[in-house]
């Protein structure tokens, strides 16, 4: 996949801004805050229509205007394609493919791949659950675009059962006893047949995708680290199936839904599903999170994004682009050149740097760089 253009109009701190790349290796040279990440920022959003470091679109549009638009013409084994999304500050994106308006979100997924590596992810590792649970997820948006729209529902079944809790909590309901005298517990009953039917689709494709990245993160961790530890990547939903059956997995939300329903109904908030998933990274049988070393920490880091740039080319058939957002400066030369090296000229590579000296002669005399000052 190669991704030849992108014109950015009130996106970020550009304000109309037309960027042509050429070769295979792209490097974004410049000072801090002058608009390096944005530009890697817009690339992630035309991929996962999501951003890592913002949920809220307003954030994404230039300041005081009411709209922004990300342009981009991609060549890709299948086809090449113009894709457009126009950000209004308030209000639903809208999505264009070779300018034609696009109706479901999840038909724009997919056409352009990619894997972002940022020094923010360390969080992977060493962050709270989420992190862990929105790097699957947005692995599995690329893989198996329909999933956005199963999430999406997944988290509206959520809210709205929160929401009923909430009010059976304020009615004096504090058992699951006292709540089967009352109407709401049919309601209730409702969602929660809703909530595991939509957490065994997350759960399942969660188990499945992770069992498909474990044994590449293992090579490549085997890899870095020198053979001398071993690595186990273990999917923990707090629930117990007996298979990965669908209704096997619903049964089990289920069953656990019940055991928790008192505690649900005290607390006003749903204690079950995906939603509470934990992904877990074992190390020589610790937990990194709890127990790696930095070092550790950060060669994980790279194994996993190096399995996720494989697995996306083996299920897409095409390699992924990769947005390396400041991770040089963060590697020792010995990450550096794994990294560069594991790569080879496959994929196309855009790299943000402030400085040209964390680079070997050879890739600097492949790479197209451009300088990047105050949105320009
Ligand atoms: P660093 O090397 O520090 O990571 P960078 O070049 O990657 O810097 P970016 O994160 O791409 O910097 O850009 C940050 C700049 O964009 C900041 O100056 C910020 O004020 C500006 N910016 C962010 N959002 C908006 C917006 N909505 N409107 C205008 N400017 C914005
Ligand atoms: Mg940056």
Redesign the pocket.
């Known amino acids: 996949m190669f991704l030849e253009q992108l014109n950015l109009q009130h996106f ?2 550009y304000i109309q801004e037309e960027i042509k790349f050429t070769n295979n290796k792209i490097i974004l040279l ?10 890697l ?1 817009s690339v992630e959003l035309l991929s996962t229509l999501k951003s890592h470091r913002s949920t809220k679109d307003l ?5 005081d205007r009411f709209f922004g638009q990300i342009k981009a013409t991609v060549q890709t084994k299948y086809a090449d394609y113009d894709l457009s999304i126009t950000i209004p500050t308030k209000g639903k994106k809208e999505l264009k493919i070779n300018q034609e308006k696009v109706k479901r979100n999840f038909d724009f997924l997919g056409l352009i791949n990619t894997v972002l590596f940022s020094s923010l992810d360390i969080d992977l590792v060493r962050g709270a659950p989420e992190y862990r649970r929105n790097w699957v997820d947005n692995l599995l948006i690329q893989l198996e675009p329909i999933y956005y729209q199963l999430i999406k529902n997944y988290y509206h079944i959520l809210k709205q059962r929160n929401a009923l809790l909430k009010q059976i909590k304020k009615m004096g309901i504090n058992t699951a006893e006292h709540l089967q005298q009352d109407l709401r517990a049919i309601e209730l009953e409702l969602w929660d047949k809703k909530l595991a039917e939509a957490g065994s689709r997350i759960s399942r494709r969660r188990a499945r995708v992770l069992n498909k990245i474990e044994p590449l993160a293992k090579f490549w961790h085997n890899q870095i680290s020198n053979k001398t530890e071993k690595l186990i990547i273990r999917y923990a939903p707090n629930i117990y199936s007996e298979n990965d059956s669908p209704e096997s997995v619903q049964n089990a939300i289920k069953a656990e839904i019940e055991q928790k329903k008192t505690a649900e109904i005290n607390l006003g908030n749903t204690l079950v599903g995906p939603h509470r998933d934990e992904i877990e990274f074992i190390i020589n049988s610790d937990i990194a999170r709890n127990y790696g070393s930095q070092g550790q920490q950060r060669t994980l880091v790279l194994a996993l994004k190096l399995a996720e740039l494989q697995l996306i080319e083996q299920i897409v058939g095409e390699p992924p682009l990769l947005l390396l ?2 991770v040089m400066a963060e590697l020792d030369l010995n990450r550096q050149r794994q990294l560069l090296d594991s790569l080879g000229d496959r994929f196309q590579t855009i790299i ?1 740097t ?1 400085h040209l000296n964390y680079f070997e002669t050879n890739l600097l005399n492949q790479a197209q760089i451009i300088k ?1 000052q105050g ?1 320009k």
Do not use: F
Request: charged share 35%.
């Open positions: 970020r701190n410049g000072d801090n805050a002058q608009g390096k990440s944005n530009i920022e954030e994404l549009v230039y300041k957002d400041d943000t402030t990047v949105g």
